[in-house]
């Protein structure tokens, strides 16, 4: 008999015989629709949402960790200096957890594609791992040459120095994890003296596709970063140098984390920039050139508190910053002391500003600022310079005390409701930061402070994030008040015109021997001008571009922590907007309107800063889990904990009973911080298929 086929007795009665043709069609219906055992009892691999970090201690390595960490992604980093560390091998790479393949790593950072060294046991290890699993690698920083899919240099490339380059993100790239930016970007050349960046531009070879080119000699274009796909793996290739802070990194950035996570990981990211103007009806101390010091703030000899010709804002400033927020589509916040305005208006007569920017008030934000700015600190001795904290008889520091600290506080929130103006009693910046530690002079915080911000409502205080850039808590009560770090704008308060900015500027960074104060060469975190710039066009052509190169760094970094200038800076010649004008042009020049920047007032920064601290500590000790199965994403965390997560668009998040669009969509992917939903414990995203 033929054993490949099924033979029917002659014998048999002609229904039994149409039965079981019945039942053989039936039984290939049902495999062309149902696995195979095998298949069954295969599952689909399990992927932690973790990173690994391969580090030789090169910048390109650290760049791509601080994004990591920056964001929120969980990473495990492998020190290749250090003779202790892990042998990767298949045991450290993946497992079986509940019968089912893991992968312990999304994706792989490397230093170059051999890190390991092209014939070793690690190196085979973890392409087996990348190919079975399907996962990706980003080669940090290497060479032009086959080995990544592209031809040598001298092939039709480039290499050298890219100072000043203009690169473009192809249609791939803009296809890709780059469809965030708006297709040119320029490497920095912050320098002519020194080269910034270095890099070899190659053409493609075949399963290499460009995401970021050049131009080369004799015309077409040679890739400085693109995905080569080879032997089942997939490799992101960076072939320019570069390091975490400068911009065209900083522009990639998102990027590159997008392609290593495949779209999926913990953490977000956005591009934020709040500006807070300080003083806004009070009038500034102006610099005297003369003396090099600001007389009214007591920082000159002999002063006694009277200011010369203070500088402050008119209608007409007023008018300018309503028309330039609505031409920039930026909001400013407008840190208010209401008592100085009802003082200006005593003093003479009326106020026209305070009615022009009370008018306009529905155009600003508005942060309460104090009633009259008083320091609210230790109680100053302003018989010395620089100024000290006064003692009583027993040497103990006098304070400012809990009743005058909430007057200030209270009276100017009333004033502005009393306006109409929408103000928030959770936010409050005191003058100079004042109440808080300010070194060297008063080391603590002033013991009242805390008690007046509860009395108030007061949940976020500004602080000054050149002083203290870590959030942190103000008395111990549940529910206290926590700091709001800021960033100093280097557009001094004291100063009105171009001019007075320069020459205040050259005051702190020259030498002695130049004429200068000789603060940069004492101070080891400064560095001084080779020469003083000139006053007439200092200001445009240096001071603005560093300062709005300074801005932009932090707000290409992830950084929400809010910007300050003050009043006096849209005064006059109006010297903040020219730096805020270069922010905004050159953001706008690099990203798509995918990726807005956004502008979050003070408690949403508070609130973002503390969701952060309590994720990085979590990940920290270990209480967070999180996986990829296929198609489903499970993401457990510690009972009362936000998560952050980015995923594609199209992405739901499991309900109790159905589902819902997964958080906002930002730069391309959905994101949000988000927790279990009610009668859950994990939270359950379910990724697009197609």
């Not at 998102?254 to 920039?273: A, F």
Request: net charge negative; glycine share 10%.
């Amino acid at each position: 008999m033929d054993s490949g086929r099924i033979r029917t007795p002659r014998t048999a009665p002609r229904a039994a015989r149409t039965a079981r043709v019945a039942a053989l069609a039936a039984a290939a219906l049902l495999a062309t629709v149902v696995p195979s055992a095998q298949a069954v009892t295969a599952p689909v691999p399990r992927t932690d949402l973790t990173v690994l970090v391969v580090d030789d201690g090169g910048s390109a390595v650290g760049a791509i960790t601080a994004e990591l960490k920056g964001s929120g992604v969980p990473y495990r980093r492998i020190d290749l200096g250090d003779p202790n560390r892990p042998v990767l091998d298949t045991a450290f790479l993946s497992d079986t957890v509940d019968g089912r393949p893991r992968a312990k790593y999304q994706g792989v950072v490397l230093p170059h594609e051999s890190a390991f060294g092209p014939d070793s046991a690690e190196h085979t290890a973890l392409q087996a791992y990348e190919r079975t699993f399907g996962i990706p690698q980003v080669d940090a920083y290497t060479w032009s040459h086959p080995g990544v899919g592209l031809d040598y240099t001298n092939e039709g490339g480039r290499s050298g120095v890219l100072d000043g380059t203009t690169a473009g993100v192809t249609a791939a790239g803009r296809a890709g994890p780059f469809r965030y930016l708006s297709g040119a970007l320029t490497f920095e050349d912050n320098d002519p003296t020194i080269a910034e960046s270095y890099g070899y531009a190659g053409r493609p070879r075949a399963g290499y596709t460009s995401y970021l080119d050049v131009p080369v000699d004799g015309g077409g274009r040679a890739s400085l970063v693109g995905e080569y796909a080879a032997d089942g793996r997939r490799e992101l290739v960076v072939t320019f140098a570069y390091n975490q802070y400068q911009r065209q990194f900083r522009a990639l950035a998102r990027g590159i984390v997008e392609w290593l996570t495949q779209g999926v990981h913990l953490g977000q990211s956005r591009n934020y920039l709040s500006v807070h103007v300080d003083d806004v009806f009070a009038p500034d101390a102006r610099w005297d050139p003369a003396r090099n010091c600001t007389p009214g703030d007591f920082d000159c000899v002999g002063d006694e508190g009277e200011g010369e010709n203070p500088i402050r804002m008119t209608v007409a400033d007023a008018q300018y910053a309503a028309a330039w927020q609505k031409s920039s589509g930026f909001t400013l916040d407008m840190v208010y002391n209401g008592g100085q305005g009802e003082q200006w208006k005593t003093e003479h007569g009326s106020d026209p500003l305070t009615d022009r920017l009370v008018a306009d008030r529905a155009q600003y934000r508005w942060i309460n600022h104090t009633y009259t700015h008083p320091f609210l600190g230790c109680v100053q001795d302003n018989t010395v310079v620089p100024w000290q904290c006064a003692k009583d008889a027993s040497g103990n520091t006098l304070w400012v005390g809990r009743a005058a600290l909430s007057a200030q506080i209270r009276d100017n929130h009333n004033w502005a409701v009393g306006k109409g103006i929408p103000v928030d009693r959770g936010e409050l910046v005191t003058g100079e930061h004042s109440g808080l530690r300010t070194l060297p002079q008063q080391p603590a915080d002033n013991p009242h402070l805390a008690g007046a911000l509860a009395d108030n409502g007061v949940k976020w205080l500004a602080s000054d994030n050149s002083r203290e850039p870590q959030q942190r808590s103000l008395g111990t009560a549940t529910g206290a008040a926590k700091t709001v770090p800021r960033h100093p704008m280097n557009v001094y308060y004291n100063v009105g015109t171009a001019a007075e900015m320069t020459d205040e500027y050259n005051w702190v960074y020259t030498s002695r021997a130049d004429g200068g104060s000789g603060v940069c060469e004492a101070d080891p975190a400064s560095t001084c001008l080779p020469a003083p710039l000139p006053t007439t066009t200092g200001y445009a052509d240096h001071i603005v571009p560093q300062e709005a190169r300074t801005a932009l760094s932090h707000v290409l970094g992830n950084d929400p922590r809010p910007h300050y200038a003050h009043q006096s800076n849209l005064a006059e010649e109006r010297l903040l907007y020219p730096v805020l004008d270069r922010v905004l042009a050159d953001y706008r020049g690099l990203f798509a309107p995918s990726a807005p920047v956004v502008n979050p007032r003070q408690k949403d920064v508070g609130t973002e800063l503390e969701r952060r601290a309590a994720w990085d500590q979590a990940l920290a000790a270990g209480k967070v889990t999180a996986y990829r199965i296929g198609a489903k994403v499970t993401v457990k965390v510690p009972a009362g904990l936000t998560a952050p997560i980015t995923a594609p668009e199209g992405t739901r998040k499991q309900l109790l009973l159905g589902s819902t669009a997964f958080g906002a969509p930002y730069a391309g992917t959905r994101s949000a911080w988000t927790t279990p939903e009610l009668l859950q414990t994990s939270v359950t995203l379910m990724l697009p298929t197609a």
